[in-house]
């Protein structure tokens, strides 16, 4: 990945609204890692007099742990970060869902796939393999799998990605075949997240950079749904001694309320933000304050704890 590339090309020149959200998956209460994808997602839209919206991604029900929705938004209040507009639950969109996914059916862009979880870990130790790409398995009774077919005959996919620099995917050893739809009946995160991000009038996507592998293929889908893609910001990841990054299933500690400020402190250090040993005694909603007014993304390291 070369860093090479214009950082100034943002929305600002566009003069657009800028919305941005976060998304956190309700599989456990917030910790280190997603309070600083929380924090940056929020300054970096709240700089700007934009939005920031909330999106619970609760796609996966054997995943969502009971009652982590509510500690999350309990969490974000205690730690000064008030959201915009209504929180949007992922389980509530599923007829969104199926009605971009029968868009995509119409251009064949997508395939059916028979294979259990078990078979492609069996063929690959783990990543889709596209093997029913030509056994013409597609049909709307939903007994399958649905995958989208990467085609890079025209070229390599580019982004400039407003952190981590130009990004190019150019073969399927990058980025290859995903499923949208799983067997199971429920639909991949690839696909929500773009038809919400999209519904929701999302310009800028802030995240980990453990999800940048992610973005082609959410821009494949914007391409087909004629969208324009976000600008995006992939922040580093938080990893702990251990150099494992901070997860929910990982283990990784919640956030406790009563610790807000230190925490503060710490998130926005990761972040490459100023800090000052007086603000561990200001009140969360204090120090937020003073940094939608300071707050600078060009101090973002790009590559911290990759
Ligand atoms: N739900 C995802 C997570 O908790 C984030 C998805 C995104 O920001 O695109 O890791």
Not at 11 to 19: E, G, I, K, Q, Y
Not at 189 to 214: F, K, M, P, T
Not at 244 to 254: N, R, V
């Amino acid at each position: 990945m070369s860093q090479n590339f214009d950082k100034n090309r943002d929305r600002d020149s566009l003069n657009t609204p800028w919305v941005g959200r976060f998304a956190p998956s309700p599989s456990g209460p917030l910790h280190l890692g997603s309070l600083v994808a929380a924090l940056a997602s929020f300054f970096i839209a709240k700089q700007r007099g934009g939005q920031w919206l909330l999106r619970i991604e609760d796609l996966d029900p054997p995943r969502v742990v009971e009652g982590a929705d509510q500690s999350i938004l309990q969490s974000l209040e205690d730690f000064g970060l008030e959201w915009d507009g209504p929180v949007v639950y992922q389980s509530h969109n599923f007829a969104r869902y199926q009605t971009r996914l029968m868009e995509l059916m119409e251009k064949s862009i997508v395939y059916g796939c028979d294979c259990s979880r078990k078979q492609v870990e069996e063929r690959t130790g783990g990543s889709y393999d596209g093997y029913c790409k030509e056994r013409g398995l597609l049909s709307v009774s939903g007994d399958k799998s649905i995958a989208y077919r990467v085609d890079f005959s025209d070229g390599k996919h580019q982004f400039n990605d407003q952190v981590q620099g130009l990004c190019e995917f150019s073969s399927p050893s990058d980025c290859h075949d995903f499923i949208i739809k799983r067997k199971d009946g429920l639909y991949a995160y690839q696909l929500a997240v773009v038809c919400d991000d999209i519904e929701q009038g999302v310009n800028h996507v802030v995240r980990g950079y453990d999800i940048l592998d992610s973005t082609p293929r959410q821009n494949f889908l914007y391409q087909c749904f004629a969208q324009a893609e976000p600008i995006y910001f992939h922040i580093p990841l938080v990893k702990n001694d251990m150099g494992i990054k901070f997860s929910k299933s990982a283990g990784s500690q919640a956030i406790e309320s009563n610790k807000a400020s230190e925490l503060l402190v710490t998130a926005l250090g990761h972040l490459g933000q100023k800090t000052e040993a007086a603000m561990l005694t200001a009140k969360p909603r204090e120090l937020i304050a003073h940094f939608v007014k300071h707050w600078q993304t060009e101090n973002l390291p790009s590559n911290l704890n990759r």
